[in-house]
Structure formats: structure tokens, C-alpha cells
């Protein structure tokens, strides 16, 4: 154990501990041949320290099996599940510690939704530390045992293991929750369902492709140990039981698909939509909102601090009522990309900072249902894989999607463009940023059942006003001076149904016609109507 120490942001620089090197250097070689470590919050482990009940030896040794072994093979991508603290069996007493008393007694929906607004608290960190030591205390430990990975027939947590017959079924299944591997089961081939899962994920493979991994086993838990002889080919890890075959995906790719270790699989028709995040016109992080009341905020919050200084999020809403038709990429020789999109009823979008250059259009998906398919990447790397996987096409290729051409180019370094009609709207959501006035973002809502988003739409981040019925859109847009020579921009936003008269200068107030278009960057938004 070393002493506590700040843990260092993502980079070159180096920290140094009790004689220990903190490396957070990006694809280090060196560090993937160093000493194996598990960090610890300090105020979760004190916690833990005062809740075990046995030697204090005993403790740290199966401490570092329960921490070590949540990762299911040295070395696999870190994997970050929901914490469900709010049905932790110790939270009624540290409720009553943290002097709480009635907090444990809401309704469990209400009680997540607490935990959503204040995730790294130390009471939900305490509650899981608080189960973990009565765990380890409880638990009988067993020695270490060690087996070839094709030899077991099913094993799954708490559970006899089963061993193999020669007439076994050709793909093994690996199941990972928080906790580490939960289940490892023979499977014959399966197709691609549609079932996707949050709180666990999943490798699947054939056995010729596992046939060196040998598994260990203690203390209840299990490990992969990979062959040596392939270090640079991990499993894939999916968030699925039953992955599509990403020979069948029509993507678009950064990376050989060797390099890289997370997919996820989203039925699109289930979602109500999805958060892209760009910056220095690259995607960086991708967030889907599968209801209606969570935020990208875990999503933006895992991006290194200097990302997130930078980034754009760019939200594609999907109402109940429209679907995506087409699903597709725009890219330039030097990685820039734009998301392409043809939805039902909101029509054809491109989202992404704006591409002034030529660019090449790929479509990935146009054959209903189309499930979204991508690789989550590497720390501070952006997203390495974005494609579509469809039942084969039963219809022609779609029409090229035609970008909007504006007027004005206002702001122009590394800005997202955004652009919707005025026409056939019913309501409209309006998203300030932190001061309650300046417009971040629009939702826009359609007569026809569509929706289309302008700017920053932080669903569940920002606050939100809505306008219902509108007749006209009154805007003033204001310029400040930045850093250096840089000319920044807000917007304030108004929708009336009346006749109406505004006391301070510059507004401008229009009838509902015409296309609104919606520049912004980070820090800056810039509006205006085109006719």
C-alpha cells in the first residue's frame, strides 16, 4: 500500500509515490509490464478498514482479490457499470450517520434519482464499502486453483463448477457485472436479438480463439489469465449476449478492430436519443438516452478535464413518434467527421462541427431496424468505431443527404452548425446557460411529431422553459470579447403567441417562417434567420 496522493490527470507527466512511478501516459508500453495496482478512494478505504472484522493481513489479501478481479483479465479496458448504492443493505445506517434519517425511506425510483444528481458522494461510495467489508468478513476464504478456460462447462458465482464433455458446444460465453465475472457457460451460436444491458457485459467467443486462457479461482471469484502468446488481441467485450457479427457491420473505423476492446449495440427504435461529443472535429464520447429523465452528464464526466473544456455535446432527439430511416457518417482525409441522419419526420440532419471542405459520404445503415454499433474509446482517444448493423437491404440505396448551405459564417473555428424550420411547429424547449438568460440550445417541436435540436441541448443539465403554440420568434445576439483577439457570442430567445413590444434595443422579432440557424462552439452561440 502507498500513502494517499492526488490521482493524476490523464498525460505525460509523471507522479511519484513511495517510490512508485504514476504513470498516465497514453498506450505506455512499459506500464503494461509494470506491477499490477488497484486504486482506492482513501475515505472508502478507511471506511472499509473500520468495518472488518478480521486480521488485518487476511483483510488486505482478499481486499486485493475483490478490487483486482472486478477487471475480468489484467490489463482489460476499465468498465464503467452503474452504482446502485440506493439498494445497498448498509445505507439505512449510514443514512443515520451522515444524519439523514428519512432519506432511506423514499421510494427506491426517487432514492436512484438522488444518487444520479450526486454520484461520488461519499455516502453512496461508503454504502458499497460498508457491504464489501461485511462480505469479506462473512466470507470462508479457499486457496487458489487455476484451470484451462476450455475445460469448463459452466461455472457461475457462488455456484459448482462444471467441466467439459468431448461433445461440448463451440462458444464460450463470459459474463462480467461490477463485481467481476459472474458466469462462464458453453453456448452454440446464437443470432443478434436485440438485448442490451447496462449493468453487465459480455465476451463471446469461439474456443479456438480462447484455447491457451486458463481461469483462477478464489474466494468466490474468477479471473481470465490470456495466453501470453497474444497480448495485443484481447476478447471483445459487447453489452450483449448475443453480439452481431462486426463482419456484417458497415462501419467506419480509426483503428484495426485488434486494438481496441469495448462494442456496444443500441436498438435505436428503443431510444429516446442520443448525445454526441465533439471536439477539434473529432467525435470523443457518445451518450444514449434510453428514457426521457436521464442526462449525458456521466458521459461529458468521464472525458479528461481538458476535453471537457472544449467540447460541444450535439443531442439528436428521437420522439415517440419518428424513427431513423438512415444512419451515416461524412468524413475528410484528416479523420473530421459529421454524423448523418435521416429521421422520419424530423428529416434529414448532419451533426457536427461544420465541414466547409469536400467530404466523402458513407452510409452505414438504411434498412429498418438499424441497430447503432460503436467502440467506446480509449482514455482521452476519440470514439475508434462507428457503424450499423441491418438486416441485408430490401431497398435501394437512399438519396445522398444534402447539407444546408448558410448564409453567414459567423464564428468560424471548430464550430458545430445546426439548422431547422420554423414551419408546422407546435412547442418549443429553450436551454439556458448558467446565468438563466443567454440561449445554450433548442428543441423544436413539430406538428407533424418530429423534433429537431439547434445548439447545446444538455437534457436534465441545463435549466429548460417551454413555449407552447408560438407565433413569432423575437432573438438579440450579443458579441464580448474573449481571450487574445477571439470574438465570442450569446443569444437571448423570446417565443410569443401576442402582439408585444420589448423596452431593451436590438431585438428582432419574426413571423414563423423561414429556416433558423444555430452556430455554436462550446462557449459561444451565434443565431440568425435565413429565407
Known amino acids: 500500500m502507498t500513502r494517499p496522493f492526488p490521482f493524476p490527470q490523464l498525460g505525460y507527466s509523471l507522479t511519484e509515490v513511495d517510490g512508485f512511478l504514476l504513470c498516465r501516459r497514453p498506450g505506455c508500453r512499459q506500464c503494461a509490464g509494470s506491477p499490477e495496482f488497484v486504486p482506492l478512494h482513501w475515505d472508502c478505504f478507511e471506511i472499509f478498514r473500520t468495518q472488518s472484522s478480521i486480521d488485518w493481513d487476511d483483510v488486505l489479501c482478499r481486499l486485493w482479490v475483490a478490487a483486482s478481479w472486478r477487471t475480468p483479465w489484467r490489463g482489460a479496458s476499465p468498465m464503467c457499470f452503474p452504482i446502485d448504492a440506493a439498494r445497498s443493505s448498509s445505507l439505512k445506517a449510514l443514512c ?8 432511506h425511506r423514499l421510494p427506491l425510483e426517487l432514492l436512484q434519482m438522488v444518487q444520479s444528481y450526486s454520484e461520488h458522494a461519499l455516502m453512496w461510495r461508503g454504502a458499497l464499502a460498508f457491504d464489501l467489508a461485511a462480505h469479506i468478513s462473512n466470507k470462508t476464504p479457499s486457496g487458489l486453483t487455476t484451470m484451462p478456460l476450455k475445460d469448463i462447462f459452466f461455472w457461475e458465482r457462488e455456484k459448482q463448477l462444471q467441466v467439459t464433455s468431448s461433445q461440448s458446444l463451440p462458444l464460450i460465453r463470459i459474463t462480467v457485472d461490477s463485481i467481476g465475472i459472474s458466469k462462464i457457460e458453453r453456448i452454440s451460436p446464437q443470432a443478434y436479438k436485440g438485448e442490451c444491458y447496462s449493468s453487465r457485459v459480455y465476451v463471446v467467443e469461439q474456443e479456438q480463439a480462447v484455447f491457451k486462457c486458463k481461469v483462477q479461482f478464489k474466494d468466490g471469484f474468477s479471473r481470465l489469465e490470456l495466453a501470453s ?10 453489452n450483449t449476449p448475443d453480439p452481431p457479427d462486426l463482419q456484417l457491420c458497415r462501419a467506419y473505423e480509426r483503428k484495426s478492430l485488434s486494438q481496441y476492446q469495448r462494442f456496444f449495440a443500441v436498438e435505436v427504435t428503443s431510444i429516446r436519443g442520443i448525445t454526441f461529443f465533439f471536439s477539434s472535429r473529432q467525435l470523443y464520447a457518445i451518450h444514449i438516452h434510453r428514457s426521457g429523465g436521464l442526462s449525458a452528464l456521466s458521459s461529458f464526466q468521464r472525458l479528461p478535464p481538458r476535453r471537457r473544456r472544449s467540447v460541444s455535446w450535439c443531442y439528436l432527439p428521437i420522439t415517440n413518434q419518428d424513427r431513423i430511416l438512415v444512419l451515416g457518417v461524412r468524413t475528410l482525409p484528416n479523420q473530421h467527421i459529421n454524423i448523418l441522419v435521416r429521421m422520419e ?3 434529414d440532419l448532419i451533426i457536427g ?58 464564428i468560424s473555428e471548430e464550430t458545430c452548425f445546426s439548422m431547422a424550420s420554423l414551419e408546422g411547429l407546435q412547442s418549443v424547449e429553450v436551454f439556458y446557460d448558467q446565468d438563466g438568460q443567454h440561449c445554450r440550445g433548442m428543441l423544436l417541436y413539430y406538428q407533424n411529431g418530429g423534433c429537431r435540436a439547434v445548439g447545446q441541448c444538455r437534457i436534465h443539465v441545463d435549466s429548460s422553459k417551454q413555449f407552447l403554440q408560438p407565433s413569432q420568434i423575437c432573438f438579440r445576439t450579443n458579441s464580448l470579447r474573449g481571450n487574445g483577439h477571439v470574438v465570442l457570442y450569446n443569444v437571448q430567445v423570446d417565443w410569443r403567441a401576442d402582439s408585444h413590444r420589448h423596452e431593451e434595443k436590438g431585438w428582432a422579432c419574426q413571423p414563423l417562417d423561414g429556416i433558423l440557424v444555430f452556430w455554436y462552439t462550446h462557449n459561444s452561440s451565434f443565431m440568425a434567420i435565413e429565407k
Not at 96 to 103: A, D, F, G, T, V
Not at 229 to 234: W, Y
Not at 392 to 397: A, D, L, S, V, Y
Request: charged fraction near 15%; proline fraction near 18%.
Open 229 to 238: 502468446s497474444s497480448p495485443l488481441s484481447p476478447p471483445a467485450i459487447w
Open 96 to 103: 443515520s450517520i451522515c444524519k439523514l434519517p428519512q432519506l
Open 345 to 347: 419526420k424530423a428529416g
Open 353 to 410: 462541427q461544420y465541414m466547409s471542405s469536400p467530404a466523402e459520404d458513407r452510409c452505414l445503415g438504411w434498412h429498418a431496424p438499424i441497430t447503432l454499433v460503436y467502440g467506446e474509446p480509449q482514455e482521452g482517444q476519440p470514439v475508434p468505431y462507428f457503424g450499423a448493423y441491418c438486416q441485408p437491404p430490401t431497398r435501394k440505396f437512399p438519396k445522398r443527404l444534402q447539407a444546408y448551405k448558410p448564409k453567414s459564417f459567423p
